[in-house]
C-alpha cells in the first residue's frame, strides 16, 4: 500500500512537471479571442508587435474586430515581453513599486494607492480593462527595445 501512495506521489509530481514545462513553453499566453493557450504558429502584427493566437480562425476574428480584442491583446503584448510597464496606466504619472497588484498575470505598478485601490476593487473583467484598454496602455506602457530586451 505504501509503495503505491509514492509511486502515485511521484507520477503525480511527474505530470506537474510535464504541464508546467508544455505551459513555459508557450510562455503562458492566451489567445485573446477564445482564451486558449496561444502558440506563435498563429501570430498577426499588431502595434509594433506579434499577437498570438490558439488557431488559424481567431486571427480573422480578431482583424474583422480589433477593438473588441484589443484590451486583451494590450495585456498579451506585456506578457510576451514584447511591451514593459513605464508608468501608471491610470494616471500616466511615474510608479510607486510599492502600489502594485497584478493584473491578468502582470504585476501592474501604480503612482499611488488610489489608483491601486480603485483597480483592485474592480471586478475581475473590469481590472484588464481599467490596466490594459488602448488609452490606458498609451499612458503606461511602451515597446522593448531590442537592448531592452538582452537586460
Known amino acids: 500500500m505504501r509503495k503505491m501512495v509514492i509511486l502515485s506521489a511521484v507520477v503525480a509530481t511527474a505530470l506537474c512537471v510535464s504541464v508546467g514545462a508544455s505551459a513555459a513553453d508557450k510562455g ?3 489567445c485573446p479571442v477564445s482564451g486558449q493557450p496561444a502558440t506563435k504558429d498563429h501570430a498577426v502584427a499588431y502595434k509594433d508587435g506579434q499577437v498570438y493566437f490558439c488557431c488559424d480562425n481567431c486571427p480573422k476574428k480578431f482583424a474583422a474586430d480589433t477593438a473588441k480584442y484589443a484590451t486583451k491583446a494590450n495585456a498579451q503584448l506585456v ?3 514584447q511591451y514593459k510597464q513605464v508608468k ?3 494616471s500616466g504619472e511615474a510608479v510607486n513599486p510599492k502600489a502594485h ?3 491578468a498575470g502582470v504585476t501592474v505598478e501604480f503612482c499611488c494607492n488610489d489608483c491601486k485601490g480603485k483597480v483592485k476593487e474592480a471586478k475581475k473583467g473590469e481590472k484588464i480593462d481599467l490596466v ?4 490606458a496602455f498609451k499612458k503606461g506602457f511602451e515597446k522593448v527595445k531590442a ?4 537586460k
Do not use: A
Open 101 to 103: 497588484i497584478k493584473v
Open 132 to 135: 490594459f484598454s488602448d488609452d
Open 147 to 150: 537592448d531592452d530586451s538582452k
Open 88 to 90: 501608471c496606466p491610470l
Open 79 to 81: 506578457v510576451s515581453g
Open 28 to 30: 503562458g499566453l492566451k
